[in-house]
Each structure stands twice: as C-alpha cells, then as structure tokens.
C-alpha cells in the first residue's frame, strides 16, 4: 500500500522502490559480449595494478564502446576482492613448479 497524502497524492519519496534488485540484463549477445570484454578487462587490470585514467578504446562502434564502458564502470570493490581471493586460491592450488 502506498502513502497517500491529504491531497490524494501519492508522495514519490514512498511510492519508489527502495532499490533495483538487479539491472535490466542486455539482449543483445553482442552488447552483452562487449559489456562482459569491459568488466573482464576492468577486474584483469585491477589485478595487475595498473587501472588507466580513461576506459581504454573496445571499438570504434560507440554503441560497442558504451556496451564496454558499461562493463568496466561496473566494477564494485567487492568483485575486484573477489577476483584477488580466487587468483590467490589458484596460486595455492596449483604447486609452483621448478
């Protein structure tokens, strides 16, 4: 039920939803590749410490470059946490070899 003022209005600050559970997903497969290449290349160099300045060139499409731009600012501290556990895990994992 929302609340409803003396007016009849419905005020927006408690008819909107708190928070989107999750992002519409992209439906294009292509889009959804070029955003998947962004956020890949975005966690690859955050593990490697060197995160340029600007999104770095995808393609000369900007449709492709947004769909990629997308991707890489989707990046929370918590994947690229993530990311460190399970590149720790697999070093653990596999014996270093001599």
Not at 51 to 75: D, I, K, M, N
Request: aromatic fraction near 8%; include cysteine; proline fraction near 5%.
């Amino acid at each position: 039920m929302a609340f409803v003022t003396h007016n009849n209005y419905r005020s927006g600050v408690n008819s909107m939803p708190i928070a989107n559970v999750q992002p519409k997903r992209i439906q294009s497969r292509v889009y959804r590749q070029c955003a998947k290449d962004g956020f890949n290349a975005r966690i690859k160099a955050e593990l490697a410490g060197v995160v340029p300045a600007t999104v770095p060139l995808y393609s000369h499409s900007l449709t492709r470059q947004s769909y990629f731009e997308q991707g890489w600012h989707a990046v929370t501290h918590l994947h690229i946490l993530k990311a460190r556990e399970q590149r720790k895990a697999q070093a653990m994992a596999v014996p270093n070899e001599q």
